[in-house]
C-alpha cells in the first residue's frame, strides 16, 4: 500500500478534470440531429464526388487501353 496516497490524488485530480468536461455539449436534442442530417448529407455529397471521380478515371483507362491496342 505504498502507493495508497497516490492513488487518491490521481482519482481527485480525475474526478475535477470529468467534471470540468461534463459541460462542453450545449446544442439542444434537435440541433444535434439537424447537425447530424446535414453532416450526413455532405458525406453523401463528398462520396458522390469521389464516385465520379474514380468512373471517370476509369473510362480515361480504359480509353487508354483500347488506344494502345489499336496502335498496335
Known amino acids: 500500500m505504498t502507493r495508497g496516497n497516490q492513488r487518491e490524488l490521481a482519482r481527485a485530480k480525475n474526478a475535477k478534470k470529468e467534471a470540468t ?7 439542444s436534442g434537435s440541433e444535434l440531429a439537424k447537425q447530424g442530417l446535414s453532416d450526413a448529407e455532405k458525406m453523401r455529397q463528398k462520396q458522390m464526388d469521389a464516385d465520379k471521380k474514380r468512373a471517370e478515371k476509369e473510362a ?7 488506344e494502345a491496342k489499336i496502335k498496335k
Open 21 to 27: 468536461k461534463k459541460g462542453a455539449n450545449a446544442k
Open 60 to 66: 480515361e483507362a480504359l480509353k487508354a487501353k483500347v
